[in-house]
């Protein structure tokens, strides 16, 4: 079947149960040559009839060990979305923008975790789309636009509002979401003035903490160009092949994480690259402007998942490693002073140097971010936006049970994507339980888009009403009392230059 946008006619797949798919539409013109670390442009208008059944090319982003190319590759046209619609034949279907995680330097939008199929058939238009990661889309260069990442979600968005009629979507009822990276984007998007009226709610999910003020982020850039035997200059930078820039800074992340003491915050945020705030793209930081009501006519949902940090602990080989009692005074000590392992100790006592250390970074990075982001949304006297908060508590049995509740374990329950390979790694086998959850937050997430209420009570600070999703979901009055005190008491600072700082 075909679809007629502004850029030309796409010829997609029909759904067997009488939906349709869209993949691989350009959204931007490709952002290399020419264009390169330039904010995105209007996609290239074709003749005839293009095909819109596969997913593009991803964003150019590391490729770690012996899967490198000898030869670095073409760079690709990689601003590509797609689309999953229930009913292309009808009008004024909500739509769910969503946006990947992936810590700003990898993630795609082909990845089976995020097949809109069955979240489409809740009665909703889905969307996800790629975007440039790492230097790419994050890289500070003192001539070109920061935050280029961002400014291409904002394009995406855009496509949506000239295009999303022709599948049956409503431009006028638009909720963008994402988790992680995808959910630090979503409070970034909720702020920025290029994005203003191109959505009406938000889902934010898992939100980091840090932004970047941009000497901070120029110091992150002359690493890079360190490692890749450049000058920190943007022409520099651009004779390199766009995978050669992606792989070099895979070694600058294999530094970041040997060597805390380097690169201090950042080492435990696992990442260089994060949104800059850089006064134009993002005015301010995103937490400060929520409670300034910079999104004050938004409908936003906001959550954190139990154990964040096991996800991490786990991919770095670093869970149940000895000596984790130092590494969580080390961290303790960088974030706060060392004034808050008492506090820590006395809150959470009888965990293990390792917990401690979990439950610290999983306030730092996710939590109490997430939190300050309902708090401040709902804090800044909303006239029209409604705030919403939940906790994702179900336990994965992988590892024993060790992980708990980790980072980015809700993402297959939200899409219903639980028999993917994502899934199967990090939740190992599911059966009727997890399909049941699933089909709980599939509808809280569509309803939500579509009417602002995901079908619990709403935030408001001081009560922190959250829905706890588990075996048995549930409503608890602020469930993290314990590390919002302690958070209070020794808050570190979400933008970073008063930390120990790469130099």
């Known amino acids: 079947m075909t679809f007629r946008t502004r850029a030309g006619l796409l010829r997609g797949l029909r759904d067997p149960a009488g939906g349709a798919v869209l993949r691989g539409v350009p959204f931007a013109a490709p952002p290399f040559g ?12 074709w003749s005839g009839v293009r095909d819109a059944t596969r ?90 636009p920061d935050n280029r990442g961002l400014l291409d979600q904002v394009a995406a968005l855009r496509w949506v509002q000239d295009n999303i009629t022709v599948v049956g979507g409503d431009p006028d009822n638009v909720t963008v979401c994402g988790s992680s990276a995808g959910g630090g984007s979503v409070v970034a998007l909720a702020t920025m003035p290029s994005a203003r009226g191109l959505f009406r709610r938000c889902i934010a999910q898992s939100v980091p903490g ?34 050669q820039l992606a792989n070099t800074s895979a070694e600058v992340i294999a530094a970041l994480e040997d060597a805390p003491q380097a690169w201090g915050v950042l080492h435990y945020a696992t990442t260089p690259y994060f949104p800059i705030i850089d006064g134009e793209v993002l005015p301010a930081s995103p937490f400060d402007a929520l409670g300034d009501g910079a999104a004050a006519d938004l409908d936003l949902l906001v959550g954190y998942n139990r154990d964040e940090y096991q ?42 140097g390792p917990d401690l250390y979990s439950v610290l970074c999983s306030d730092w990075l996710f939590r109490m971010p997430t939190l300050d982001a309902a708090d401040g949304h709902a804090g800044a006297g909303s006239v029209q936006g409604r705030t919403f908060a939940y906790e994702f508590a179900w336990p994965s049995p992988v590892a024993g049970g060790a992980l708990g509740a980790c980072h980015a374990l809700e993402i297959p329950f939200v899409f219903g994507t639980l028999d993917t390979p994502f899934a199967r790694a990090w939740l190992g086998r599911t059966g009727e339980p997890e ?67 790469p130099g």
């Open 34 to 45: 020419p264009r390169r670390f330039r904010a995105p442009s209007l996609p290239v208008p």
């Open 55 to 144: 997913f593009g090319p991803r964003p150019p982003q590391p490729i770690w060990g012996s899967d490198r190319p000898a030869r670095p590759a073409r760079a690709p046209d990689c601003l590509t979305l797609n689309v999953w619609t229930p009913d292309p034949t009808t009008r004024g279907l909500p739509v769910l923008v969503w946006i990947y995680g992936g810590a700003y330097e990898h993630g795609s939008a082909d990845d089976p975790v995020l097949d809109g199929t069955r979240l489409a058939r809740e009665g909703v238009v889905v969307v996800t789309f790629n975007y440039r990661v790492g230097f790419e889309g994050f890289g500070h260069l003192p001539d070109v």
């Open 210 to 243: 840090l932004f970047y003020p941009p000497e901070l982020a120029s110091r992150v850039t002359r690493r890079v160009a360190t490692a890749a035997g450049v000058s920190p200059r943007t022409e520099e930078l651009a004779a390199l092949a766009p995978q």
């Open 311 to 352: 996800m991490m602990l786990e991919s770095a080989g670093r869970r149940g490693r000895q000596g984790m009692q130092d590494v969580f005074r080390a961290a303790v000590t960088l974030f706060s002073g060392g004034a808050a392992a008492e506090d820590y100790g006395r809150a959470y006592r009888g965990l293990a």
């Open 435 to 501: 399909e049941e959850l699933s089909a709980r937050m599939r509808a809280a997430w569509t309803a939500f888009a579509a009417t602002g209420d995901p079908g619990w009570s709403s935030y408001r600070p001081g009560e922190a009403l959250t829905r706890v999703w588990a075996a048995r979901d549930s409503m608890v009055a602020d469930p993290l009392a314990a590390s919002r005190r302690i958070w209070r008491r020794h808050r570190p600072a979400h933008t970073p230059p008063a930390l120990q700082r």
